[in-house]
């Protein structure tokens, strides 16, 4: 394969994903923004299923493990606390602005970070990356503890880590952006956002190194669901610097 046929095909690709996207992709910042104007609605949390069922055929199954964590603890807005060792934990529900508030964090720190500890069910897109962004940009690692979740939009910070970790039985899944608000775009805005948020995440995901059938799996799982990603996937996304399935056998 010459290097002109990798460039077609890599660019057939992003053209197929952002066409699956329109029809599958919500922004969910963009949505949130909307909706804020609502009697009673607070962008800070919601209502979608913290730990969604697994994507089966049948019926639905758990997640691998249970997390560590209560639900009510992974709903609340995105909070940062720095750890020993120079890793700041963050936690909780990636809420807008989360990414002003980690910016602040990091700048406030110098470079006494070295590594963001990830405990999330996900939430805004637009935060989402970027956080990947600025982790990347400051070259900090990126890690999923032990029963740790980090889910939906989650995996697309954990993705701007240079060297990435997901230790046994972190909890890793994603699936398809959702609005939780009460209103909804016209097919035509749905269908552009869905297409420039689509793109614009599969960029990102290029630009990190993270391989392609990540974010198709995502595409491909409803909004009630999600895809568990194992330390196989992992490991063949390169979502994942360590190979994690040998990580497990050291029991």
């Known amino acids: 394969m010459t290097a002109d046929d990798g460039l077609l095909m890599r660019g057939a690709f992003f053209g197929l994903l952002a066409a699956a996207g329109a ?31 697994a994507l089966t055929d049948g019926d639905p ?23 020993s060792g120079g890793v ?9 602005g989360a990414a002003d508030r980690f910016a ?25 990356l970027a956080m990947s962004k600025l ?20 995996p697309l910070v954990f993705a701007g880590g240079v060297a990435r970790e997901a230790e046994k039985d972190a909890i890793l899944g994603v699936h398809q952006v959702f609005n939780a608000g009460q209103d ?3 097919p035509e805005q749905a269908m552009s956002g869905a297409q420039s948020t689509t793109a614009r995440i599969a960029r990102h995901l290029d630009e990190m190194g993270i391989g392609n059938g990540l974010w198709i799996n995502a595409l491909e799982t409803p909004p009630d669901r999600l895809y568990y990603l194992t330390p196989e996937e992992m490991a063949e996304y390169k979502l994942v610097t360590a190979p994690v399935a040998a990580a497990q056998q050291t029991d």
């Open 184 to 186: 909804r775009p016209s």
């Open 88 to 96: 700041l934990k963050a936690e909780g529900s990636i809420d807008l």
């Open 61 to 83: 199954q758990g997640p691998p493990v249970e997390p560590g964590t209560p639900q009510e603890v992974l709903r609340q807005p995105m909070r940062f606390e720095l750890l």
């Open 23 to 53: 029809f599958l992709f919500v922004d969910l910042r963009e949505l949130q923004l909307a909706n804020e104007a609502l009697p009673g609605h607070d962008p800070m949390t919601t209502d979608a299923p913290v730990l969604p069922p």
């Open 135 to 154: 982790i990347r940009e400051k070259g900090l690692n990126t890690e999923v503890a032990t029963k740790a979740l980090c889910a939906s939009s989650c």
């Open 104 to 128: 602040e964090e990091i700048a406030a720190r110098g470079e006494y970070v070295k590594a963001v500890s990830l405990n999330s069910p996900g939430g805004s897109v637009e935060d989402a």
